[in-house]
């Protein structure tokens, strides 16, 4: 393990500490320990320390009766995510969301006007048709709308579909359709990066649903800000706590996306046990995590946050437009306290020498993808200044939440995890064995409450996706190394572990290395079939498109991990495949690369790069015509 880095000044201050010190747990070792193995006392008293209100108790923590991986949680209880996170500080004005346009035009809402105003738009959704189990779409930017939209679908017991606000026709139609959506809701048009963006030839695509569009504009759509004020105002319903309430989609690797299906009861307990003891939430803090409604983080920080009576922030642009100054602006002005990044922003920043410090924030968050040592130190020093711990965190769609996290309360060494509060995180080797300082697959050998009940319409897919591997453990898909003192380690997706000669490592390791190189701006590495070796390194690198670069690559590698994993190619791409949220995507780098099916692109940020790969891959055999260098 690197050096530690931080350490933190006051663990006994952070939320988690509290939580530790209220039981009587005297360190973390303790209170993580007692959390894996005692669930029946760990949930409960997370309940109780985050003020989750349930308006009828739970009588059973969880029945496993059909089978660990349908076990059911909270049983009997009745909770409503709208409830806890909006209508119980209906009496507050404090700020509950805090936004800002790309434009410039900005403001808040408090809690008591988000519970008149949601209460309103669930009153017009009712006298529009919709219904408790009805799933709504949500195609809006990060939005006030967006967040309205959100809980007056919660409130009426509605299962909200948060669909990518950048998605094409095909990709929200799928979603729109296979979700069998009643109704939807977005924009006819907003901005991002000084370009109009249409949503509404989009929307009109997908006809037979109610569309409710901010700026309608015409006849065959409701108008959002009209059909908040006509509404009846309602109450939040009864909602039971296995009740649907969100459902995400994230893409397969092949075929149509998987609907992950996310409930009232321990899918949302989950998050608020996240925000506040993972970003040390309270309720004098406004947290921006830059990410989008239609992925994970988006409603994950919103409900997180209001749950715990803080503030989001919301801003439907991207933060380096007009230049690197924005974000700086955004967080100044909206008194930003916690920051969610990707990887991918702060290599961007980097590159872009945009080196500022933020005072004002106390915690970074990041996921998205593993981090490099030199990028994470960078964000820690200049950015961060030192002292400015990150919680990193890793989890996925199909949990709504994270398997993984470090903390303010513990010291952190470079790109470091640790294990989830009650999740019962493990490494297993390929004989299902469970592994220290060995890299090996990530599991959780207990059903959390956060699980997807499923996927939608596809149980079987369910089974074969999280349960087949391991008898009995939810397999994440992730390659990763867990130490002795807790403390984990992404090396990217399992499925993309590389073999070279019967030596099995995760693609992150070489990635890590090649990050150092000087003008290498990002890089994916994959392997293909070798007939000697089993299988071959691949670098794509984006950065300076130079000889003396590639052989610099090379030699890193062979210091680094040693000869036998020296790349057979080494090739310069001007970018590199990214999902939307900025995930480097190495399945279709390498699906391409072999001219196979990509599979599920649809949350490509930009397919032409595939097609760039797929002639780079072509003529592989022909190094010279493409840059690449042979071993």
Not at 408 to 421: E, K
Not at 554 to 561: F, G, N
Request: glycine fraction near 10%; proline fraction near 6%; aromatic fraction near 10%.
């Amino acid at each position: 393990m690197s050096e530690m880095v931080y350490t933190p000044p006051d663990p006994q201050s952070t939320n988690i500490m509290k939580l530790a010190k209220k039981h009587g747990i005297q360190t973390l070792a303790e209170l993580y320990d007692r959390a894996d193995s005692d669930p029946e006392w760990f949930w409960p008293a997370v309940v109780e320390d985050c003020g989750i209100t349930f308006r009828r108790p739970y009588k059973q923590l969880l029945d496993d009766s059909k089978g660990k991986p349908w076990t059911r949680w909270f049983i009997d209880g009745r909770i409503n995510i709208t409830h806890n996170c909006v209508e119980k500080y209906s009496y507050s004005d404090r700020p509950a969301v805090k936004f800002e346009t790309e434009d410039g035009s900005s403001g808040a809402m408090s809690f008591m006007e988000l519970d008149r105003v949601t209460g309103k738009l669930g009153g017009f959704l009712l006298q529009a048709g919709i219904g408790k189990g009805d799933r709504v779409g949500i195609y809006m930017p990060p939005s006030l709308e967006g967040v309205v939209a959100l809980y007056s679908i919660l409130r009426i017991g509605a299962v909200a579909v948060p669909v990518f606000s950048g998605y094409g026709i095909e990709a929200v139609r799928t979603r729109i359709l296979d979700s069998g959506a009643k109704a939807l809701f977005s924009f006819s048009f907003y901005s991002r990066k000084g370009k109009k963006i249409d949503m509404r030839s989009t929307v009109s695509a997908i006809p037979g649903i109610i569309h409710i569009v901010k700026d309608a504009g015409s006849s065959d759509a409701h108008d959002f800000w009209k059909s908040v004020e006509s509404g009846t105002y309602v109450k939040s319903a009864d909602t039971e706590s296995e009740d649907p309430a969100i459902m995400l989609y994230t893409s397969g690797t092949t075929g149509k996306p998987k609907g992950t299906v996310h409930v009232h009861g321990g899918s949302f307990i989950n998050i608020v046990k996240e925000v506040k003891y993972y970003m040390d939430m309270g309720m004098d803090d406004t947290l921006f995590w830059i990410s989008d409604l239609g992925w994970m983080m988006g409603p994950w920080s919103i409900l997180g946050a209001n749950a715990l009576g803080g503030s989001i922030f919301v801003y439907d642009g991207a933060v380096d437009y007009p230049d690197t100054g924005r974000l700086w602006k955004i967080i100044s002005s909206h008194g930003i306290t916690l920051l969610g990044v990707s990887p991918t922003l702060v290599r961007s920043l980097k590159s872009r020498n945009a080196a500022l410090p933020m005072p004002s924030v106390r915690v970074f968050g990041s996921t998205g993808e593993p981090w490099d040592e030199e990028s994470w130190l960078w964000l820690f020093r200049e950015i961060g200044s030192g002292k400015t711990p990150i919680a990193n965190i890793s989890g996925g769609t199909d949990i709504i939440g994270c398997f993984l996290a470090s903390t303010p309360a513990i010291p952190l060494t470079p790109r470091c995890l640790y294990r989830g509060l009650g999740m019962n995180t493990s490494v297993f080797s390929e004989d299902g064995t469970e592994v220290l300082d060995q890299v090996g697959y990530l599991v959780s050998k207990r059903h959390c409450p956060s699980m997807t009940r499923g996927i939608w319409g596809q149980p079987e897919k369910y089974l074969e996706t999280y349960w087949s591997q391991f008898h009995g453990v939810w397999v994440q898909g992730d390659w990763a190394l867990r130490d002795r003192d807790g403390y984990y380690f992404l090396f990217g997706r399992s499925d993309d572990v590389i073999k070279v000669s019967g030596k099995r490592l995760g693609p992150n390791e070489i990635e890590n290395a090649v990050m150092e190189v000087p003008g290498v701006s990002e890089s994916a590495v994959i392997g293909v079939p070798d007939a000697v070796k089993g299988e071959s390194v691949v670098v794509f690198y984006t950065g300076a498109n130079n000889e003396e670069t590639m052989n610099a690559i090379r030699k890193k590698i062979e210091d680094s991990m040693g000869r036998s994993f020296l790349p057979k190619f080494t090739i310069w791409l001007p970018q590199l495949p990214k999902t939307r949220n900025g995930k480097i995507v190495r399945r279709v780098v390498k699906r391409a690369f072999l001219g196979q099916d990509p599979g599920d692109v649809s949350n490509l940020e930009d397919t032409a790069i595939t097609d760039y790969i797929r002639e780079v891959g072509r003529i592989r055999d022909r190094p010279d015509d493409f840059g690449g260098m042979p071993a």
